[in-house]
């Protein structure tokens, strides 16, 4: 050890590790892990090392789930939920609160856990992973409290899988759990791979507090034993990792009837205006691209800085860059630790070395590293056009990219050309603009002034490709709860029939009438030249255009110019919404006569189009009350969670109610802002068709609604497929369901597949259909002079 | 205090810091960052510590001062730490970085202060609200010098700030330079009467341009005084300064800073900020009365194990 006097020269911080000698007596004392199940540890069965990637020794080893080993915890997990889910809110909350409390007598246990199987800073484990693991328990403490007085009616899924990452092993350890046994679930949880540690510490934690047996259940292992849970009788998936791995869950979970919520992948803007404080957005940089090593799904990886400053802003966040001290985890003044695996080091080598061969430059921390454990210096890449492989592949490592813009419209464009939208960080002095482009930014977190805050009452999620659903808040604990079972009703029989027809058709003796598709505000003809025979008992009722797959794509082509319409006032997207239930009252005869013609009785066809109105005048009133919220989270900070409409919609209506199945979806859709490429009854789309009249004359913009009738089935599945199509409502039999959800992995839009209902029953509107017509944002402004 | 260079100002050059976008929330997170994100321990912390004292302008600023109380801070500038602390940390030698007294006790302390090597600061110019008639405040300053001051800490004009008036800022402070004569002056800002930390900005720099020597916090009479978020836009001031110039500037942060984690906190900040140049007594001042006697309580209990209490060591 250098004397005062050397130190005095050299004036080094030196060294300032945390004792890890507790864990470390904690993991030999408990030798091999196995799952926790039923509320006791199991014995281990094959198990498999878990190392410390800071010095490579393994500290652990640790159980590989298999088939048997899911079944028999979601067994436990099946046995204990209908008890867990009868105790009352208050004790449930009594529960969540005892996990709170124990995970703040053991935090500095947990911390140095997390730090050393993980490899993060002991800082950043102890500051900011741990607090807000107790944090999440307690605000969900209470909901569990809350839950029959705000969520009247709501029931719990049942039994949910959950499978996490290895960024914030426990922090998404508690996302998962907190909200999903508040609301009344029981859980079996997978841990990742590589950091499946402080799950056991936290099921040790459980049965500590002598938490019911079954409600928490552990199973670790890799992949496969993940595979094997989605597989498993569970009522939900919760997911958070990759978007890779989030496709293939949402294949596997097609038709399943399962409730899936995916946290994935990100490449998110880091927005720097020219009037920025400069100095505070290079500080944003080191608490984003720099913390956790980067390995942040929500990380603003893509720097994006105004030209007028991007000389300025570089120099800054290079001379910042040299201040960083990479170096042992547990070493108290460490900002950078290890990478979590060897195979995550190698991954981000690689695409560096991509991109630099693409023609970036990459400006690197000289810093010396340790000579073993995974370790990257932190930096990142200039002269980052589009076209270079980085610009928006997620690096998951210290590596930002940047680039420059020259104007605020051009900063959009580029934030938002990438498949994903999880975040974007946003700087500037302006508060007009900082919420300007914060409306723009397709992302579902938007932190202005600021980069990763967290809190448990804000919520959290993706658009886009980067997933669906939230975590915190309201909007988190929501998708861990579901509406009472629906009375599935009968849909109507299918009497598609697209073959030409040798009979009358239609008016016999008045003027020809043609059903046409509506795309832009226009009637179009099929692109196929082909109509259909729509019929009744075997008479020809009219013919109606054959919709195939380029009708889609001219429909959503329509759809995408009437951009204008989600940012028109509530109040004009109301008034247009009033006006249309005006002109259909005014043609409520003829409506009603359509359906007559089709099969129904007097009665059922005024009260369809009598519905339809209401309908219409529901969500005209709803379009400017359905509000979003401002958050108690953090002293100082304004936190705004906005529903947003998705774009462009699709939806497939169910055949049973021609006019009023179609209004009843379609209508909450176009209420929130979303333009809609609809399918109407394909065994009577003429009630759609006529209703694109009435749409014509009621102020609706063109590409607002838009009608393509036809092959059912078939036309979902294009619009499954289309990756301009941000979300699909779908009411139908079983297989169709299944085959949308499996069929909506390209750009992995939310897909909700309902089945046939009556709609003219009280579950045929509701505030719950513009919830799924909307998707949760959350800006945070933290304020102070 | 050796001389690297003193700074020797520009003509006003508002376009510097007219438009200066200074965020406060997020100053105040990097602030609260900065010290969880280092920490010294051991015989690092025993020599930060000891940096500190070589650093502190142990000062008193009261009403009641009298040449004997003067005699006493001085000899605890002479000798800040117990003599078993010093040979316990191995040093020979420690003192304060200077003594700073009101211009009527700066004789005394020169008197007190022979040999030492020690600088005699005086607070200067109507302090510490500075509402004096401009040549009284300018006398006063000349008076200080005259008595054998080799530092003058001025303060500021707020009211120029608050109004807007950089050229009378700056007029003022060059003047109140050019009364220093050879005694380096440390401009003291009163940030905790600016109140937005764009006025802490804008004021630094006009007192850099008008030839300080150093920027100083606080008179230790505002209502809030030396806090880390004036105090890393100030830093951040006299960089952009430096980056301008090439003039290095020093930084002495001043009241309600008691305790020795604070002087690891503004050493950490300097460290981090500027680098190790900040870290010597020749840029960098802590401005303050009590944190010594906390410093010596710790380092006793560093060399002895043992923790320490206040009676056993010499008063200030």
């Not at chain 1, 691209?289 to 990380?299: D, K, P, S, Y």
């Not at chain 2, 009527?104 to 202060?113: D, G, Q, R, S």
């Amino acid at each position: 050890m250098p004397s005062v006097k050397e130190i005095l020269m050299s004036m080094e911080y030196g060294p300032a590790p945390e004792s890890a000698a507790e864990v470390q007596k904690w993991l030999a004392a408990r030798g091999a892990f196995g799952h926790f199940i039923g509320g006791s540890f199991a014995a281990p069965g094959e198990t498999f090392a878990t190392a410390n990637p800071a010095t490579g020794e393994e500290l652990a080893q640790v159980t590989q789930g298999t088939e048997a080993d899911i079944a028999a915890a979601v067994a436990a997990a099946r046995k204990a939920q209908p008890g867990w889910a009868a105790l009352a809110g208050h004790e449930r909350a009594k529960w969540l609160y005892a996990i709170a409390r124990h995970v703040q007598k053991r935090e500095r246990f947990l911390a140095v856990l997390e730090t050393l199987d993980n490899g993060k800073p002991i800082r950043e484990a102890r500051d900011i992973d741990i607090p807000l693991v107790a944090r999440h328990f307690y605000h969900h403490a209470g909901w569990a409290e809350l839950l029959a007085e705000e969520f009247p009616g709501a029931e719990a899924h049942g039994v949910c899988g959950q499978i996490i990452p290895w960024n914030f092993p426990l922090l998404m350890l508690a996302w998962k759990i907190a909200p999903a046994l508040a609301a009344g679930n029981t859980v079996v949880l997978k841990p990742a791979e590589y950091t499946p540690l402080t799950a056991l510490a936290f099921a040790e934690i459980c049965a500590e507090i002598g938490l019911p047996p079954g409600v928490v259940n552990i199973v670790t292992g890799d992949g496969e034993t993940g595979a094997a849970l989605v597989a498993s009788e569970v009522d939900k998936i919760a997911f958070t990792g990759s978007t890779e791995v989030g496709r293939a869950i949402r294949k596997a979970t097609a038709g399943t009837g399962k409730s899936l919520t995916l946290e994935l992948g990100g490449k998110s803007p880091f927005i720097v205006c020219a009037d920025a404080d400069l100095d505070a957005a290079v500080e944003g940089v080191v608490d984003s691209i720099w913390f956790n090593q980067g390995q942040v799904c929500c990380a603003g990886s893509r720097i994006l800085v105004a030209e007028a400053v991007e000389e300025a802003f570089t120099r800054r966040l290079t001379a910042r860059l040299a201040k960083l001290r990479v170096g042992d985890p547990l070493d108290k003044s460490v900002d950078v630790g290890a990478l979590v695996h060897p195979v995550q080091l190698a991954r981000v080598q690689e695409m560096v070395a991509a991109g630099t061969a693409a023609g970036a430059r990459l400006v690197q921390a000289d810093c010396a590293l340790p000579g073993e454990g995974c370790f990257y210096a932190p930096g990142f890449l200039t002269g980052v056009p589009p076209a270079n492989p980085v610009a928006d592949a997620e690096i998951f490592g210290p590596v930002a990219t940047l680039t420059s813009f020259r104007t605020p419209d051009e900063a959009v464009e580029l934030a938002n050309a990438t498949r994903y939208g999880l975040a974007a960080s946003v700087w500037t002095e302006n508060v007009g603009l900082a919420m300007d482009l914060a409306a723009k930014v397709k992302a579902g977190v938007v932190w202005v002034n600021s980069a990763n805050i967290f809190d448990a009452g804000a919520a959290f999620g993706g658009m886009r490709e980067s997933g669906f659903g939230r975590e915190g808040g309201r909007a988190g604990l929501r998708d861990y709860l579901r509406s009472p079972e629906v009375e599935e009703a009968l849909e109507a029989e299918a009497r598609f029939d697209t073959s030409p027809v040798a009979e009358a058709v239609g008016q016999g003796g008045g003027i020809d009438r043609t059903a046409k598709m509506y795309f832009g505000g226009k009637q179009a003809r099929p692109d196929s030249g082909q109509s259909y025979a729509v019929t009744h008992e075997g008479r020809v009722l009219g013919l109606a255009g054959l919709g195939s797959r380029k009708d889609i794509r001219n429909a959503v082509e329509a759809a995408a110019k009437a951009g204008g319409w989600g940012r028109a006032t509530a109040h004009n997207r109301a008034q247009v919404l009033y006006y249309l239930g005006e002109n259909l009252s005014a043609r409520a005869g003829e409506f009603a006569a359509r359906l007559v013609e089709g099969g129904h009785s007097a009665d059922a066809a005024a009260l369809e189009v009598d519905m339809s109105i209401r309908r219409a005048f529901y969500y005209a009133a709803q379009a400017d009350k359905f509000d979003g919220a401002v958050t108690a989270t953090k002293t100082a900070h304004v936190t705004l969670q906005m529903p947003e409409p998705f774009g462009i919609m699709g939806i497939i209506c169910p055949d049973a109610a021609p006019l009023l199945g179609f209004v009843s979806l379609v209508l909450p859709a176009i209420a929130m802002g979303n333009r809609v490429v609809a399918v109407p009854a394909a065994s009577r789309p003429l009630s759609a068709t006529d209703l694109s009249q009435v749409l014509d004359c009621s102020d609706v913009p063109d590409g607002v609604v838009n009608i393509v009738t036809g092959p059912k089935d078939e036309l979902a599945a294009v619009l499954a497929r289309h990756d301009e199509v941000a979300a699909l409502w779908y009411v139908g039999a079983a297989e169709g369901r299944r085959s949308v959800e499996a069929e909506s992995t390209g750009n992995l839009k939310p897909v909700w597949a309902l089945a046939n209902r009556d709609w003219t029953g009280p579950q045929g509107q509701g505030r719950g259909f513009l919830q799924r017509a909307t998707q949760v944002k959350t800006i945070w402004v933290p304020y102070g002079e | 205090m050796t001389d690297t260079g003193r700074n020797p100002g520009t003509p006003l050059a508002p376009d510097w810091f007219d438009t200066v976008a200074v965020n406060t929330p997020a100053a105040e997170r990097r602030a609260a960052s900065l010290t969880a994100r280092r920490t010294v321990k051991k015989e690092w912390q025993a020599a930060w510590l000891v940096n500190a004292i070589r650093c502190i302008d142990l000062t008193t600023l009261a009403g009641d001062d009298t040449p004997a109380r003067v005699q006493r801070l001085c000899a605890k500038a002479r000798q800040p730490l117990a003599p078993h602390i010093l040979q316990g940390l191995g040093l020979e030698a420690l003192t304060t970085g200077a003594v700073c007294v009101y211009p009527t006790m700066v004789a005394p302390a020169v008197k007190a202060l022979e040999g030492s090597g020690i600088p005699v600061a005086s607070v200067a110019t109507g302090f510490p609200a500075g509402l004096m008639p401009l040549p009284l405040r300018l006398a006063e300053i000349r008076y200080a010098v005259d008595q054998g001051a080799a530092e003058i800490d001025i303060v500021i004009s707020r009211a120029h700030v608050l109004s807007g008036d950089w050229q009378a800022l700056y007029d003022e402070t060059a003047a109140m330079r050019e009364a220093c004569g050879d005694a380096h002056m440390k401009a003291i800002l009163a940030t905790g009467e600016l109140k937005t930390l764009r006025n802490v900005y804008k004021a630094s720099m006009v007192a850099m341009q008008a030839g300080a020597d150093f920027i100083k916090t606080s008179t230790g009479k505002e209502p809030v005084n030396a806090t880390l978020p004036v105090s890393l836009v100030m830093v951040r001031a006299l960089r952009d300064y430096g980056a301008r110039t090439g003039a290095r500037v020093g930084f002495k942060p001043a009241g309600g800073m008691r305790t020795a984690k604070d002087a690891i906190a503004w050493q950490v900040l300097m460290k981090e900020e500027m680098g190790n140049d900040w870290l010597q007594p020749d840029l960098f001042r802590l401005g303050a009365s009590s944190m010594l006697a906390d410093i010596e309580r710790q380092l006793d209990h560093h060399v002895t194990g043992r923790y320490a209490a206040s009676h056993r060591h010499a008063l200030a």
